[in-house]
């Protein structure tokens, strides 16, 4: 049982999907970053308050917060520093949150992803959803469904 959709909102660019896996195994995946956020991952992002570092060279850097941390509902990390070097404003992402809302569903768990800020009006948003859309929608379901998060294609 695999569903999946994509969808562009006011706040943000969001894609959720259902996977027979429990909440608590959902979360436990969204905290190994670098078995499913496929670059250079420097820190830890499993406690509330402390910060990690993506880098993807040369394209990008960012840091992030984690800000909120349910158990098996919730995860929220907001960027603190970001350089992207494809865009004419290389810190756009600086502010701006990551969230994973889980939510149980009857067989499953409903990973509900949400990048708040990623909006439409942003240069970044087509390459960044492209991005987003392999790494949370794709790695991250793999690592939760299989034990094995997806190479980065890029």
């Known amino acids: 049982?695999?569903?999946a959709g994509t969808a562009r909102t006011g706040r943000g660019y969001s894609t959720s999907y259902t996977v027979e896996q429990s909440p608590e195994e959902v979360f436990a995946a969204i905290l190994d970053v670098g078995a499913?956020?496929?670059?250079?991952?420097e820190g830890r992002a499993d406690e509330l308050g402390v910060?990690?570092?993506?880098r993807h060279p040369p394209q990008h850097y960012s840091v992030q917060r984690v800000v909120e941390l349910e158990p098996g509902r919730r995860v929220v990390w907001r960027v603190t520093d970001s350089?992207?070097?494809?865009t004419v404003e290389p810190a756009e992402w600086t502010g701006t949150e990551i969230?994973?809302?889980i939510v149980p569903v009857p067989g499953g768990t409903e990973l509900r992803f949400t990048h708040v800020g990623l909006v439409p009006d942003?240069?970044?948003f087509g390459a960044c959803s492209t991005a987003w859309l392999h790494y949370a929608n794709g790695s991250l379901r793999s690592l939760i469904t299989t034990g094995e998060g997806l190479p980065d294609p890029w």
Do not use: P
């Open 1 to 3: 049982m695999s569903t």
């Open 83 to 86: 350089h992207l070097a494809f």
């Open 99 to 101: 969230v994973f809302d």
């Open 122 to 124: 942003v240069e970044c």
């Open 51 to 54: 910060e990690f570092a993506y």
């Open 36 to 41: 499913w956020w496929t670059g250079e991952i």
